[in-house]
């Protein structure tokens, strides 16, 4: 009849064991790191470009040409608004000076005229309005067409799968490891070149291009 064995012997085979299990657990626990972090690194993080639109359309010199063509469009008719308008006040002067001696049937004829100038003057007003608009969104839409391009070349090039707009602090934080500032890049498939910023420059200021 085999003996039992003693009490001690089973208590160090049952630690023995538990640590074989926890030694086991903790290898595989290294290796399971390892593997995530293998993996991690061999996967590239998807980079994204931003840009300030609005700044850089603004150093375009299509725009400063566009901005020069609208401001001498818009004054020819700021100039003829003007014009109606002085011609009301005239009238309308003339009208307060004679209305005293005026018959009923004049009297009404002037109102008349006066009432017409008026809404005359807001209607054009209004659809000079409409005009300048449309004309200013003729203007641009070549600019925007060359400038969508080269952000396009761009961020081709570079190989990113996206670009994001900054205008209107819409992208308060960007990631170093994720996001790249392309405006350089763009201002140089423009042919555009920045002026040096300065060691004593203040921050924030917006690149200013080359003048020649």
């Known amino acids: 009849m085999r003996k039992p064995l003693p009490a001690w012997g089973g208590a160090c085979l049952y630690t023995s064991t538990s640590d074989n299990m926890k030694k086991l657990i903790t290898i595989l626990c290294c290796a399971f790191i390892t593997l995530c972090v293998s993996a991690q690194e061999a996967i590239q993080v998807p980079k994204y470009g931003y840009i300030s639109y609005k700044n850089t359309f603004e ?60 809404e005359k003057s807001i209607t054009f007003r209004k659809e000079s309005e409409r005009l300048l608009a449309e004309a200013e969104a003729r203007m641009q839409a070549p600019i925007a067409s060359v400038l969508n391009q080269a952000i396009y070349d761009v961020a081709a090039q570079k190989g990113l799968i996206m670009v994001l707009n900054t205008d209107n602090n819409a992208l308060p934080f960007v990631h170093p490891q994720a996001g790249v500032d392309i405006t350089e890049d763009v201002l140089s498939k423009l042919g555009i070149k920045l002026v040096p910023v300065t060691a004593t420059a203040a921050e924030g200021t917006t690149p200013q291009p080359a003048t020649e």
Do not use: N, T, V, W
């Not at 818009?74 to 100039?79: H, L, V």
């Open 59 to 118: 150093m375009m010199p299509e725009y400063k040409q566009a901005k020069a063509d609208f401001a001498a469009l818009k004054e020819k008719y700021d100039a003829e608004a003007r014009r109606a308008e002085d011609e009301f006040q005239r009238k309308f002067a003339e009208f307060l000076s004679g209305q005293k001696d005026f018959p009923q049937s004049i009297m009404l004829k002037r109102q008349a005229e006066l009432q017409d100038l008026m």
